[in-house]
């Protein structure tokens, strides 16, 4: 078994590697002067499990063309099985055609990873569940529950005055999920979206006076409905707010409107790697995911069961 890491969650990389118990292969990814991506595999991976640990996040465009030139290079070096470990699949919330001509940019990357050659994709939380069948090679959606659930559960010992809080709709699930592992109750933000990137709450549903509210969701982005919804629910008379979140994107004003906002904190895993702006955030703590995608890359190299980590 190999761990090849891209450029775009190194410590991530070595931190899953060292829980195995190995070090990454040796790999020379570079760019020419033009930005042209090149990759050199200077170890020998011939008949190898080869796992390429690569979350497409921001950079988004450069960090998914060079997990395709990675997997293309393992491929022609006669790797054996490439599973390309994604823990944050970028493109992931353009899963449908929300209106006539528009592309379902999720798919269209799928289909760019199997092409170049990729075996498996293991990934964590994507957007929605259905992007695991726009793969045509196996897929495993691990979930980032369990840690956080965990983290829960050690912040916040008197989880009678808990109420979990899902920032939409659409998250009910998930939400309601969370809520049933800690055993506390659920309250809804109903919103409004205007356009993209800007949101307005418009009601709480469920009674929140005297609970401290933690919002749970998939991504956190610019952060503004996160912060509309916390001030919403101050206003309804809860003791606080926080966030859990899988996955820390906090791009454009995120980062200040965290700061400015009453949110106590927003907890995240490290599926992408923190911006300087992110680590010196005091608002903001990362949780490593790496003990979680450890335990699954030895599970699909041992061809045992991944579903376990899912409870």
Known sequence: MKIISGNSNIPLAESIATHLGMELTKANIKRFSDQEIWVEIQENVRGEDVYVIQPTANPTNDNVMELLIVIDA??????????AVIPYFGYARQDR??????????????????????????????????????????????????????????????????????????????ARAYASKINVPLAIIDKRREKAGISEVMNVIGDVKDYHCIFVDDIVDSAGTLCNAAGALIDQGAKSASA?????VFSGPAIDRINSSVLEHVITTDSICATPAVANCEKIIQISIAPLFAKAIRRIHEESSVSVLFA
Do not use: C, W
Not at 100 to 113: E, F, G, H
Not at 154 to 171: A, F, L, T, W
Not at 244 to 248: A, K, P
């Open 74 to 83: 393992l491929k022609r070096a006669s790797a054996q099985r490439i599973v």
């Open 97 to 174: 055609k929300p209106g006539p001509r528009t592309p379902i940019s999720a798919k269209l990357v799928a289909n760019l990873i199997t092409t170049a050659g990729a075996d498996k994709v293991l990934t964590m939380d994507l957007h929605a569940g259905q992007i695991q069948g726009f793969f045509d090679i196996p897929t495993d959606n691990l979930f980032a529950s369990p840690v956080l659930v965990e983290d829960i559960r050690n912040r916040y010992k008197d989880r009678e005055k808990i109420m979990v809080v899902s920032p939409d709709v659409g998250g009910v699930v998930r």
């Open 244 to 248: 859990y979140v899988s996955h820390g």
